[in-house]
């Protein structure tokens, strides 16, 4: 379609598959009677756990406060008692300190009050509701979204960008919330904008929501809020903020660059309606919607989730696995985790949750490289991915981060395209683990 942007370099047109959930209404899962509650659930320094075993908690107390500068404060999901203090294994397989608590019998969560007072409040006062509250980007990345909203001293933001691009295939989490919570999204951008004082504010949708790109369009202009809506072509990885801001700005986030160094601050449409939870309705981060999809499940949908919820309980909400199942993926297809263990918890990162079958997992055997380039044409950060992967197999982790492995997103769109069927990511993960183990830079 003529006029549409996106972004210039690299990038792919995977199967969308998002018509098993882009339709369905999102549905709150029950809460369970135990709930464990990872202590690392974002980017940067584990939080700490502030209470002990025995311990009475109440929904929203705080239960891990923040140990650095990019870190998260955790907060309990429900009402209970803490059973056990523990380490578990979370998706990536990473392992993490969690809170194990028990519900309290009969709890009922809370009905929370919507308040204007946020209108009166300074920037820094707001932020730092958004930070004692526990927001994280929601997006994948969970970085601490009070950090990303602190505009440095001499940097000027001219762009609020919101990202409703959700390019990975089967997630339909956030475009379910631009449809059900279009108010309450269009407050939060008024909250962040107020934060971090842009110039203009622009969101980009893929033409794949059309029923999104038309009620923010309509409901901003009605509310008389000065928005930009985007349409964007569908390309994936366009939800990644360099990405974003190359379609939306046309301007470039150098290597090793942050965003706000091109004038622009990018948030994800989840995380908005977790600054408005947090400002409005003075709720912690402490549930997010999870898309729950593929073809090994009976009933996808989008599921409203307690953090520390089991995934099994959303599969089960979704009328459990076919029986044709041959993975589960925390996350989205392209990014995400393949992971065995169904009672791993909910965390505020989990977008999806996608259980595959044979008919969309293309499993085939491993051959040499054939020297095709195709995963050089379709990296997004014009990388090298068949040459790093060549360094990283044979322990040459310094001429793979000198070959730019460190601006690799892990997108990907290598993997995908390669006919060889190298695990491309697989490798650029492990060679950054093991530079960072040795120290190269
Ligand atoms: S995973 Fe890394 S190397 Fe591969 S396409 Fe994405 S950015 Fe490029
Ligand atoms: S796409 Fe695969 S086969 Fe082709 S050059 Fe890259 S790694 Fe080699």
């Known amino acids: 379609m003529k006029g549409l942007k996106t972004f210039s370099k690299g990038g792919i047109h995977p199967h969308g598959r998002k018509n098993f959930t882009n339709k369905k209404a999102i549905v709150k899962a029950e809460i369970p009677d135990t709930l464990v509650v990872p202590m690392s659930q974002h980017l940067g320094a584990p939080a700490e ?23 998260a404060s955790i907060h309990s999901p429900v009402d209970g008692r803490v059973k056990e203090i523990t380490d578990i294994f979370l998706v990536n397989g990473m392992k993490s300190r969690a809170v194990v608590i028990e519900k309290t019998e009969g709890f009922i969560p809370s009905v929370k009050e919507k308040s204007d007072d946020w209108k009166t409040k300074s920037p820094q006062e707001l932020n730092e509701i958004v930070k004692d509250l526990g927001v994280v980007g929601m997006g994948g990345a969970t970085f601490p979204a009070n950090v990303k909203f ?46 971090v004082n842009p110039k203009k504010i622009a969101i980009g949708i893929e033409i794949n929501k059309p029923d999104a790109i038309d009620i923010i369009r309509r409901c901003a202009a009605a509310e008389n809020l000065d ?5 964007l072509k569908m390309k994936y990885p366009q939800g990644d903020e360099k990405q974003l801001i190359k379609a939306v700005t046309g301007r470039e986030v150098p290597s090793g660059a942050l965003p706000i160094e091109v004038g622009c601050v990018v948030s994800n449409v989840g995380t908005v309606n977790a600054v408005y939870d947090a400002v409005v309705m003075n709720q912690p981060l402490y549930e997010r919607v999870v898309s729950v ?55 505020k990162g989990t977008s999806g949750i996608l259980v595959l079958t044979d ?4 499993e085939a055997p491993q051959t040499a490289c054939l020297s095709c380039g195709k995963c ?25 981060m000198d070959t730019g492995l460190m601006d690799c997103k892990e997108c990907g769109c290598c993997a995908f395209t390669c006919p060889a069927h190298i695990p491309l990511v697989q490798g650029m993960r492990l060679g950054k683990k093991m530079a960072r183990k040795k120290k190269v830079s």
């Open 150 to 195: 602190a505009v440095p001293k001499g940097a000027i933001a001219e762009y609020l960008i919101i990202n409703a691009v959700e390019c990975e295939p089967y997630l339909s989490a956030d475009h379910r919330l631009l449809i059900e919570k279009t108010s309450e999204i269009l407050e939060g951008i008024r909250i962040i904008q107020k934060i």
């Open 49 to 71: 756990a502030v209470v002990s075993v025995g311990d009475e908690v109440l929904e929203g107390m705080q239960i891990g406060k923040p140990t650095g500068f990019i870190s």
């Open 376 to 400: 050089v044409t379709v990296c997004p950060m014009g990388l090298n991915p068949t040459k790093m992967f060549k360094y990283i197999d044979h322990s040459d982790y310094q001429g793979a």
């Open 293 to 347: 999809s593929g073809l090994g499940v009976k009933n996808p949908g989008n599921i409203l989730a307690r953090v520390g919820t089991p995934i099994r309980q959303l599969i089960d909400a979704c009328g459990g696995m076919t029986g044709k199942q041959i993975k589960v993926i925390a996350g989205g297809p392209m990014m995400g985790f393949a992971f065995y263990d169904l009672d791993t918890p909910v965390t």
């Open 227 to 231: 928005l930009e809506v985007v349409s």
């Open 359 to 362: 008919k969309e997992v293309a």
